[in-house]
């Protein structure tokens, strides 16, 4: 809605429209507390009035309001997403309106077709996936996921040398091998196996420049060798995003400070 009339809505709010909203929707209101307007800063997403209601019986909830002065569309995928994000946001019941103030008899739909109701999602539990049916694929894409597949009593290292054995059988292009070893790489640190697939991949004629990976240097049995001074931090800012790492053992296989770790991982948050 335009800000020239949303600011008279947002001041009159709290006088006018909750005793409307509470006769409307049936119930007393014991308590409402204002929620900030902004619901996500990067999606530049914004509510009209949100409030956390405690009503006189029952649960507390989420009450969403927009105000509209022209028909919109897709206002049921607006408010739509609004509920997935207010719901994300304060765990707890929404319930929303959206009062139209337009001189055109309004047009838009105030209800979900049941093909557009999400009643949940199919859950994908890589880590329950037997390793040899991924394996077994001819798409190379699919075998490298078999290192995130369970493994059963097998050892990381018989893991690591099957994936790249299964690989280099399906994939004779060398650049196409190195492109799936990185992604391999990438995909071993969930499962904390890089230095594994770093000594297999060495054993191996796999064209990839190792010592470019900051993450991907010889280990030893602590864990990396500290790197060149100008790859100290890089090794720290990766070892942070991945968010799996104990600051203590970042400052181990980085060689910096606890205190410059702590520094990074304040500019990342930024």
Do not use: C
């Not at 004629?205 to 030893?220: H, R, S, V």
């Amino acid at each position: 809605m335009s800000s020239d009339y949303d600011h008279i809505f947002r001041e009159n709010f709290g006088k006018i429209f909750l005793p409307f909203i509470q006769r409307r929707f049936g119930f007393q209101i014991a308590k409402a507390e204002s929620l900030p307007d902004k619901l996500h800063k990067t999606l530049k997403r914004e509510v009209d009035f949100a409030q956390k209601i405690t009503p006189q019986e029952g649960e507390e909830f989420i009450l969403h309001i927009e105000f509209q002065t022209s028909n919109h569309p897709k206002m049921i995928y607006r408010m739509q997403l609004y509920h997935a994000m207010l719901a994300e946001k304060y765990q707890l019941p929404v319930v929303q309106a959206v009062l139209y103030v337009g001189a055109r008899k309004s047009t838009m739909r105030s209800q979900l077709r049941p093909e557009e109701i999400m009643s949940g999602f199919q859950l994908i539990d890589l880590p329950m996936i037997d390793f040899e049916v991924l394996l077994a694929s001819e798409i190379p894409e699919e075998v490298i996921l078999a290192i995130l597949s369970n493994h059963g009593r097998e050892a990381p290292k018989q893991v690591a040398r099957r994936i790249l054995q299964r690989l280099r059988s399906l994939e004779s292009d060398r650049n196409e091998l190195s492109r799936l070893a990185e992604q391999l790489i990438t995909l071993s640190r969930i499962r904390k196996l890089e230095y594994i697939f770093t000594e297999e991949l060495k054993a191996m004629p796999f064209t990839i420049d190792i010592e470019k990976d900051a993450l991907y240097q010889k280990g030893n049995e602590k864990g990396f060798e500290r790197g060149q001074q100008k790859n100290q931090r890089e090794v720290a800012r990766k070892m942070l995003r991945l968010k799996q790492y104990p600051i203590e053992e970042i400052v181990s296989l980085s060689g910096l400070t606890e205190a410059e770790v702590m520094r990074l991982a304040e500019q990342l948050e930024d």
